[in-house]
């Protein structure tokens, strides 16, 4: 089993920042990458960016986060953190933080965090 514990959300203002952190704890051989998703309300679960083991970053395909987010891990800390630069209303969303097999597909398999809320609001 793996834990998952996001932390970091919270309001903010447009074109202000936000890092999110991602802390895993529990047996992680298991674990190849770890990564963001996030949900805005009336919308579906949506990739934004994940990272391997070994340190391979991996973006969504949109242009909505390239550019203003980074994807980074401290595998000291077995945590993994999303850096979100120049942020806009239409990221607002609950960020969830995933671990397992693959970067971007969904297995049965993955362990999730809780959620973290993001608001970006003037």
């Known amino acids: 089993q793996v834990q998952l514990v996001e932390s970091g959300g919270g309001l903010v203002q447009p074109g202000g920042s936000l890092r999110l952190s991602c802390s895993a704890s529990g047996s992680s051989f298991s674990i190849n990458a770890m990564g963001w998703y996030r949900q805005a309300p009336g919308n579906q679960r949506e990739y934004v960016a994940g990272i391997t083991s070994a340190g391979y970053k991996d973006y969504a395909d949109s242009d909505s986060v390239k550019g203003r987010f980074t994807i980074s891990r401290d595998n000291a800390k077995n945590t993994v953190y999303l850096q979100m630069n120049s942020l806009k209303p239409e990221d607002t969303a609950v960020y969830y933080c995933?671990?397992?097999?693959?970067?971007?597909?969904?297995?049965?398999?993955?362990?999730w965090g809780q959620g973290t809320q993001v608001t970006v609001s003037s």
């Open positions: 995933k671990a397992g097999v693959s970067l971007r597909r969904v297995r049965d398999s993955d362990y």
